[in-house]
């Protein structure tokens, strides 16, 4: 398994500002993603983060809105660009090792914007 | 994008009664994931599904790839107050959809002493 830690665990934002997560694993591995959850909902993927080469974004999700880095095998961060009331969610990443398609989860981000 | 049909929504029960929940789906996933949610934290995973008709335990959870590979289920026996939380489904594909998942609605557990 991997330990995946989140930075900061929370925040409270201003409209118009942006917000950049932290994702840290203990062990390098393959596959790094990134997902809202918004209020009382499922996970929805966002992207996946690909180090050394730009993420790629599910429908609904662009680069301007949610530039995400990967500059190794353990560190990810999504930035919430121009941020509205209705980005106001949970932004959790996962991580997966190649081989057996198990993800672990890291404890989540809880983003309010006012 | 595609959701997973997880039911039911919700489970009432009493403590050391069994519950079980399942997913569905129109389309085939190679892998199988249950996770647990509770408040403020983020998913932990309880049992993953590798093959059609795999049955796996994990302690008193037991789940199953369904032969169809659309669909799966998780039991819990003899619930306990500490199962309380969300449960989700979550279905990986191959390909060039490798490592990402698909998830449920969630199912809401209570557990009344």
């Known amino acids: 398994s991997a330990v995946i830690s989140q930075k900061p665990s929370r925040d409270i934002c201003q409209r118009g500002t942006s917000l950049t997560i932290q994702c840290q694993v203990d062990s390098q591995v393959t596959m790094m993603f990134w997902y809202r959850q918004q209020p009382g909902q499922s996970l929805t993927l966002i992207a996946t983060a690909n180090q050394g080469s730009e993420a790629t974004y599910e429908s609904g999700f662009v680069i301007d809105k949610f530039p995400i880095s990967r500059p190794n095998l353990t560190f990810s961060t999504l930035t919430v660009s121009n941020m509205s009331p209705e980005d106001s969610s949970i932004y959790l990443c996962?991580?997966?090792?190649?081989?057996?398609?198990?993800?672990?989860f890291g404890p989540g981000t809880r983003l309010t914007v006012l | 994008g595609q959701q997973l049909n997880q039911s039911p929504q919700s489970m009432f029960i009493q403590e050391g009664e069994d519950v079980s929940m399942n997913c569905t789906s129109s389309s085939i996933f190679n892998t199988w994931l249950w996770y647990k949610q509770d408040p403020g934290e983020g998913p932990v995973l309880l049992i993953a599904?590798?093959?059609?008709?795999e049955l796996t335990s994990n302690g008193r959870l037991t789940a199953q790839f369904g032969i169809t590979r659309k669909d799966s289920f998780l039991n819990i026996s003899a619930s306990i107050p500490s199962d309380v939380g969300i449960y989700f489904c979550a279905g990986q594909r191959g390909g060039t959809s490798y490592g990402k998942l698909t998830f449920g609605q969630g199912t809401i557990l209570t557990v009344h002493p």
């Open positions: 599904l590798y093959k059609a008709g």
């Open positions: 996962s991580a997966g090792t190649g081989g057996y398609n198990e993800q672990f």
